[in-house]
Nanobody
Framework: QVQLVESGGGSGQAGGSLRLSCAASGYTYSRTWMGWFRQAPGKEREGVATIYTGDGRTYYADSVKGRFTISLDNSKNTVYLQMNNLKPEDTAMYYC???????????????WGQGTQVTVSS
């Protein structure tokens, strides 16, 4: 049974930092796409960052480039999202996702975590 468990969400101030973690289990972690997506109230879910566990290739949404960093700890089957210089518009539920083929859209990912809330105040 595939499980993706997110942690690390919470509240922060604008300009601050938070780090999200996603631990994967029951899943072939090597050579797969892992991603972070977010959904704000009243908005569609959108891609934030993705990474390929085989070679570390990364992709970022324009809105987070230069501020967020996605990374891997293959020994722990864990993906991280380091979020710096947070902005109020980063407030959303953040979801971890996995898929052998991946893509840029939520529909490209077949496995999802339950989500972790990030709230940024000005």
């Amino acid at each position: 049974q595939v499980q993706l468990v997110e942690s690390g969400g919470g509240s922060g101030q604008a300009g601050g930092s938070l780090r999200l973690s996603c631990a994967a289990s029951g899943y072939t972690y090597s050579r797969t796409w892992m991603g972070w997506f977010r959904q704000a109230p009243g908005k569609e879910r959108e891609g934030v960052a993705t990474i390929y566990t085989g070679d570390g290739r990364t992709y970022y949404a324009d809105s987070v480039k230069g501020r967020f960093t996605i990374s891997l700890d293959n020994s722990k089957n864990t993906v991280y999202l380091q979020m710096n210089n947070l902005k109020p518009e980063d407030t959303a539920m953040y979801y971890c996702a996995a898929d052998p083929y991946g893509g840029s859209s939520p529909g490209d990912f077949g496995y999802w975590g339950q989500g972790t809330q990030v709230t940024v105040s000005s």
